[in-house]
Each structure stands twice: as C-alpha cells, then as structure tokens.
C-alpha cells in the first residue's frame, strides 16, 4: 500500500510540476465522469476484497467466495471503464 501511495505522490507531483510549464495542456477532469465511477469502483474493489479476507478468516468460506467474485466484477469493471477514459481523452 505504501509503494502505492508513493507512486501515486509522485504522479502527482510531476503533473503539478509539468503544468507550471508555459506549453502544459490541462486536462479537465470535470469532463470526465467516468474516472469518477471507476474510482468508486475501484473503493467497492478493495473493499470486498478485505471482506473477504474477513469471512476467510473466520473460516465462512460461501461467504469468502461471493466477496471474492464481488471483488473480480467490480475491478474488471474497473479495468474497462479506465479503457473508456482512455479512448475519450
């Protein structure tokens, strides 16, 4: 999680760094509402994903699987939505 969390400061920092420069392009992200559906997607992800961990671990294995296949829907939803944004921009 925290090399993730790197990455992401990173990313960030480099945008805010690239747009200071007199030739930056902004992209409007208010244009892109997609982006905010995958973000939610991709919370609902890792959030069945720990629920999972959870009924694992309390050995409720039917309940595991379902939060597992929740978990594979909502982050292959995630993938194609990020593919969409993608072909907009």
């Not at 969390?5 to 409007?28: P, Q």
């Not at 509402?33 to 050995?59: H, K």
């Amino acid at each position: 999680m925290m090399s993730m969390t790197i990455l992401f400061a990173a990313l960030t920092s480099a945008y805010v760094v690239r747009m200071g420069l007199g030739e930056w392009t902004s992209i409007h992200f208010e244009a892109f509402p997609i982006l905010w559906v995958t973000t939610g997607l991709l919370v609902a992800t890792s959030f069945f994903l720990a629920r999972a961990l959870g009924r694992e671990r309390r050995e409720v294995r039917k309940e595991a699987r379902r939060s597992l296949l929740l978990a594979g829907a909502a982050g292959g939803l995630f993938v194609l939505g990020q593919g969409v944004a993608w072909v907009q921009v």
